[in-house]
Structures are given as structure tokens and as C-alpha cells.
């Protein structure tokens, strides 16, 4: 029984590699191929659900009962449709494809629920800043992870956090580029803490960057750790880590490339096309091109180019397993196609600033 299982297993895994030539690293061994033959490696139900079981076993799932079992599977089974069928349009090895990850029984109407949050892409009553900085002869890749300025990537478990972990990373950022201190950075406090949010319900970004400034700091992961649930604000809390400002930037990728060659940067976007990806360059392929309407905060690090294709390495925070080791790929330098970037991600830019810095620079 086991062996069958383990021989199952390594067929799937090897019609996934014969088939598919990937630029990138493999994160699902559930990935299927990117050719329109893949269907009939599934043509039957009880294939669907022999992967189906093997998934589950994989991610660890058990349902309650047997109805429960029969709808996720379904969902399952809907959800490896789309995934062959967007994997079957792909043009190169280095766009964008999907996978049967953690979220696979899930669908996308539940996903959103509980990852995707509508984020206003309005700044508030902060203000627009020109950029100041030096930005002529700007390298051609940068990734702050190199830099040693990015901590590891989090999970967000079941809980709409993301707003909170952009906000610490991006901060943690700045601190390491400001002290040379590398620390992880409390996202648990924002998720207590910051009033203007609604803590595992969602919340805006520049609010609880202004949250940070108000209270005189933000306390470490270490101090304050995270819980994945809301929780009442501790008030004895340490200001480890303390910022001056929050500027923003008015939407030109000029100003954004700039600005992420000085430190990582706060954005938000549309992520509704992300719940299967697997790594590649997301050419915004469920978004629309002149929407600014954003569901997912997250952290460009960095930005490099791939067969003559330039895209920005965003942090997200669902975990290592998901994307490239957590993070997404995105287009970048399409601003004639995208007036906001694509998938909004242009729209509603910011990066906290230490006085240290400014002068420094
Ligand atoms: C940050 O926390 C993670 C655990 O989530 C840990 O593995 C890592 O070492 C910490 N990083 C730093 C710089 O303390
Ligand atoms: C967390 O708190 C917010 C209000 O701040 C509320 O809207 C949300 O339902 C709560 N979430 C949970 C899981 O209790
Ligand atoms: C943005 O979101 C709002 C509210 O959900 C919706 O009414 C509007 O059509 C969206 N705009 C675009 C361009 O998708």
C-alpha cells in the first residue's frame, strides 16, 4: 500500500518535470504540466481523487465527515481544472504558473474571504513626496534579501494580517538599512493595537503606519509574538523600533524604482489571480488595466529582469509555501498597458522614513 503510494506519487512528480521546463525553482510537486495533454493523465475521477488523497496527506487535511470530504473534493477537482487551464496558456518557461498548494480545496470565493480584503488605494491625509533622493544611474536589479534587510517570510494562518506584517516588514527594512540591526517587528501589536483597523478582519496600511509614529514605536515579534487572532492591546508594550514619517509616492514607477533602490517599500494590489501561484512572472492575468482596486498588502524588496522581462520580488505573507519560497514575481515597466502598475500595484505606494536616513542621504 505505502510502496504503491510513494511509486504513485513519483510518477506524478515525473510527468510534472518531463513536461515542463522551469526556469524557477519547483514549489509544488502537485504542479501539473503546462501542456494541453495533461487532461488525459486526469481523465478519470478516481485519478483526480487518488491526487486528491495524496494532497491531503501531503498538507496534512482530514475533514470532519464524509460530505465535507465530497465538497472539498469538488472544489478540488474545479480548482485542478482552472490550474491546467491557465498553465496550458502560458507562452514561456518564465511566465507565471500555478499549482495544487495548501489553498487547492478552497475556492476562490472562500479564499477571498479570508485572504483577500478590499484595501483603499487613497493615501489619507498624507501627503505626496517628490522624490528626493538620488536617482540617476539606478542599478539594474536590486533585492534587499541580499542585503540582508529582509526578515523571513511569515504566515498569516487564518487571520487577515497582511496589512500588519507589510507594515513591520517594511519597517524592519528601514531599521536594518538605519542601525544595521536586522529584527523581526511585531505585526501582532498592529493587529491589537491600531484602532482605525479591524485586527484579523483587515486594516489600511498607512493608518498603522501612523499608529507606529503616534505610540513612539512598534515592539519585536520577539516581545510581542504573533497569535493569528485578535487580541487586546498590551499596553506595557516596548517601542523597540520607532519611525519619523510615512511618505508616499504619486503612482510613477520612476519614483517607485527609485525609491526601492533606497529601501524596501510598502504596496497594495489586486491579488484575486494568486491564490495557485506557484513562482514565474505574473503578468496581472486576472487583472483589470485601468482598475486601482487593491485585496493584498505586501513588500517590494527588490526588482530584476528575466529574458528581457523586468519585474518587482514582492513579500507577501502566506507563508514559504506559497510562490517563489513566499514571494511573488510581478511585471513591472508596463505603465503604457497599466496606468497603476499591474494588478494596481503603482497605486498606493509608501515608505517610512528615520530621520537618520534622510539626512544620510
Ligand atoms: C525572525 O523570526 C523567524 C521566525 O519566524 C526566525 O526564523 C528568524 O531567525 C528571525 N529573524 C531574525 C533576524 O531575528
Ligand atoms: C477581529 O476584530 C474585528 C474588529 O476589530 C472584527 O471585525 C473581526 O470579526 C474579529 N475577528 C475575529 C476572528 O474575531
Ligand atoms: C473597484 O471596486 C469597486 C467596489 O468593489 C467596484 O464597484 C468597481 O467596479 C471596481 N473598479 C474596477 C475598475 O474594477
Known sequence: ???????????????????????????????????????????????????????????????????????RFETFKSNLKHINEMNAKRKSPTQHRLSLNKF????????????????????????????????????????????????????????????????????????KIVTGNLINLSAQELVDCDPASHGCAGGYYFNAFGWVINNGGIDTEADYPYTAKNGTCKENANKAVSIDNLLVLDGSEEALLCRTSKQPVIVSLDATGLQFYAGGVYGGENCKKNSRN????????????????????????????????????????????????????????????????????
Open 1 to 71: 500500500m505505502m510502496i504503491s503510494h510513494i511509486i504513485k506519487f513519483f510518477l506524478f512528480f515525473f510527468i510534472f518535470i518531463s513536461i515542463t521546463s522551469l526556469s524557477f525553482a519547483l514549489s509544488s510537486e502537485y504542479s501539473l504540466s503546462s501542456n494541453s495533454n495533461s487532461d488525459k493523465f486526469y481523465s478519470s475521477d478516481e485519478q483526480v481523487y487518488e491526487l486528491f488523497q495524496l494532497w491531503k496527506k501531503d498538507h496534512g487535511k482530514e475533514y470532519e465527515n464524509s460530505e465535507e470530504n465530497a465538497k
Open 104 to 175: 487547492a480545496d478552497l475556492s476562490p470565493e472562500e479564499f477571498s474571504k479570508t485572504y483577500l480584503q478590499e484595501t483603499p488605494s487613497n493615501y489619507g491625509d498624507r501627503k505626496l513626496q517628490d522624490e528626493d533622493g538620488d536617482c540617476e544611474n539606478l542599478p539594474l536589479s536590486v533585492d534587499w534579501r541580499k542585503k540582508g534587510a529582509v526578515t523571513e517570510v511569515k504566515d498569516q494562518g487564518n487571520c487577515q494580517s497582511h496589512w500588519a506584517f507589510s507594515v513591520a516588514g517594511t519597517i524592519e527594512g528601514l531599521n
Open 294 to 361: 487593491a485585496t493584498l498588502v505586501g513588500i517590494i524588496v527588490g526588482y530584476d529582469s528575466v529574458d528581457g522581462e523586468d519585474y518587482w520580488i514582492v513579500k507577501n505573507s502566506w507563508g514559504k509555501d506559497w510562490g517563489e519560497k513566499g514571494y511573488l514575481l510581478i511585471k513591472r515597466n508596463v505603465i503604457k498597458e497599466w496606468p497603476y502598475g499591474v494588478c494596481a500595484i503603482n497605486a498606493a505606494v509608501g515608505y517610512p522614513i528615520k530621520e537618520v536616513l534622510s539626512s544620510a542621504m
